[in-house]
């Protein structure tokens, strides 16, 4: 029987431009520019230039607010307030793709127009679930994407401080190659379907926790382990018990993922709960010891989704907001992907092995 590889390490399903991601060293490159550099002296918006158009914009770039209009607020109307907040974003792009009447092939300008819609979903569900109105956009006028994303939370401009610190994270989560969920958007792109709707999986495939569901596990974690006294026991417990440690392992990185470094800077430089970042740069160290020891043979550090859960609970995000700023983030990168496999690609269809009964008559 011919080999298979359900997860498809290693396979090359595409050619791109967009990033390298490069496990050994530990790299990650945008476009040829390294993360650190692009988190400590770049922003968001003019990454999201980068990412679509392949060149670093001569001036900072900065997308136009959006507002939610009525098909979009409809559709958040529509849901339960305890509907999970990345549903109520699918939800949303699935709406705006309905009606704004998208091309084929899609565009730049689509996807520029939905990478700004994004954090107003996300903040329009947010309040709406709350029984607050979403707020006018163009209270955050001079705000970048991220920013506007706390101010469509709370219906307020945010410190600088905060605002730096997720555009930073924003910058980080932006783009990472042939993840499970831009792999989905490409592949809903290969069959020439449009550009909301390759979003709409890859939020899906985001969704899980083997993904983009981890930063509130992280969150959780920190708590129950609750002091670094106690780190030893409760680590050692939840590894007998089988389960992983939020937080820790990639699929490519066999070192340091280079996005943890860069937010650990930023978690470090953000003025919130001192107590907290010392909790987990303690844990940290300890979860990285016992890992060793608990798989000798595989190299499982600290990941993206770690000191990601610090900066947002230093910025004030809830953390059920946790994955849904994520995607808001992503979504740049998921639009690079769809503009690229809609002008290179072909279509996207693996085999399986069949491995079910022989041909065999019906029980009539
Ligand atoms: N804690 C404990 N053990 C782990 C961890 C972990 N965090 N990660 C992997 N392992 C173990 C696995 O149990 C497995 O052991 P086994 O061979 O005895 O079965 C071995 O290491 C290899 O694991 P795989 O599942 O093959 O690794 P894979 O490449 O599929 O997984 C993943 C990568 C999903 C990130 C994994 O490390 C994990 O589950 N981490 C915890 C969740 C997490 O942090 N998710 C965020 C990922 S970052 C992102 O996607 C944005």
């Not at 090359?12 to 060293?25: F, K, N």
């Not at 969704?207 to 382990?225: F, Y």
Request: hydrophobic share 45%.
């Amino acid at each position: 029987m011919a080999d298979v590889n359900p997860g498809l390490e290693g396979v090359l399903a595409a050619e791109t431009t967009i990033s390298l991601v490069d496990g050994s060293a530990g790299r990650l490159l945008y476009r040829g520019y390294e993360i650190g550099d692009l988190a400590s002296h770049g922003t968001f918006d003019s990454v999201t230039a980068l990412l679509l158009e392949g060149e670093w914009p001569a001036a900072p770039a900065s997308l136009p607010p959006a507002a939610l209009d009525e098909p979009v607020l409809a559709a958040l109307h529509g849901l339960p307030p305890a509907a999970a907040p990345l549903d109520a974003l699918r939800s949303g792009v699935s709406a705006w793709g309905a009606a704004r009447g998208l091309d084929r092939p899609p565009t730049p300008d689509e996807a520029r127009e939905l990478i700004a819609l994004a954090p107003a979903i996300v903040g329009g569900f947010a309040r709406l679930r709350n029984g607050d109105d979403p707020v006018d956009p163009a209270g955050a006028d001079g705000l970048g994407v991220a920013g506007r994303l706390l101010h469509a939370i709370t219906g307020e401009v945010p410190e600088a401080s905060r605002e730096r610190a997720l555009d930073a994270y924003f910058v980080c989560c932006a783009e990472h190659g042939l993840n499970a969920s831009t792999f989905t958007a490409r592949v809903v792109t290969s069959t020439q379907s449009d550009l909301a709707s390759a979003v709409c999986g890859a939020i899906g495939a985001l969704k899980g926790p083997l993904h983009g569901g981890a930063p509130s596990g992280v969150r959780d974690q920190l708590t129950q382990i609750g002091s670094v006294e106690h780190a030893e026991r409760w680590i050692r417990e939840a590894l007998g018990r089988g389960e992983r440690l939020m937080g820790f392992g990639h699929r490519i990185y066999r070192t340091t993922d280079p996005r943890a470094e860069a937010l650990r800077r930023v978690a470090e430089g953000l003025a919130g709960d001192e107590a907290w970042l010392k909790l987990a740069i303690d844990v940290e160290d300890v979860a990285l010891r016992l890992l060793a020891e608990h798989k000798p043979n595989r190299v499982l550090k600290t990941n993206v989704e770690y000191y990601a859960s610090v900066v947002l609970d230093g910025v004030g995000l809830p953390p059920d907001l946790y994955t849904p700023a994520f995607a808001v983030a992503r979504t740049a990168g998921w639009c690079a992907h769809v503009l690229e496999q809609a002008e290179h690609g072909r279509l996207i269809r693996p085999d399986a092995a069949y491995v079910g009964p022989a041909m065999r008559p019906l029980p009539l």
